[in-house]
């Protein structure tokens, strides 16, 4: 997990519960700082912003690893003092998946980043399966196409059609 928080006793709250959970964190303080060490953070799965940052807010941050291909499905949480609907509302409209003010309640944190981080990764495991299964369809393909062939040449001129319909279907 990847935060973002300038205040140090916020971070270091945030880091202390989410290392209790078993999960691993990188600190950074400000998003330009982030940004610049994205190599350092592969295999995220999940970013916690704060808005008001020294260097860029967390909506221009947020608006950035929306543009990234290897973070754009990466679950993000803004983690921040400002309350109002309109500031909820631009988050989520920046990319944001989830809003949490502060101050905030440990267990309902812990529980939203739980639900979150479940969300991703079980995302992301549909979609290793399907790949998995990339060669399973490509040898299904090979038989379908390999028994067209043979109903063809067996049977003649009159199943050519069949061989069609499986090419449309393929």
Request: aromatic share 8%; proline share 4%.
């Amino acid at each position: 997990i990847v935060t973002v928080e300038d205040d140090k006793t916020i971070s270091e709250l945030v880091e202390f519960n989410l290392l209790n959970e078993g999960y691993d964190v990188k600190n950074f303080s400000s998003g330009r700082e982030m940004l610049n060490s994205r190599d350092s953070f592969a295999g995220v799965s999940l970013f916690i912003l704060d808005i008001m940052l020294p260097d860029m807010d967390g909506f221009e941050i947020c608006t950035k690893l929306r543009k990234i291909p290897d973070y754009e499905p990466v679950p993000i949480i803004m983690l921040t003092a400002m309350g109002s609907e309109k500031d909820k509302v631009k988050a989520l409209d920046s990319g944001a998946d989830d809003y949490i003010t502060k101050p905030f309640g440990v267990r309902e944190f812990i529980a939203r980043v739980n639900a979150n981080v479940r969300r991703y990764t079980k995302s992301k495991g549909i979609l290793n399966d399907d790949m998995a299964l990339l060669p399973e369809i490509e040898k299904g393909t090979r038989l379908i196409s390999k028994t067209g062939i043979a109903l063809v040449h067996g049977f003649g001129k009159e199943l050519t059609v069949i061989t069609k319909i499986v090419i449309v279907i393929y």
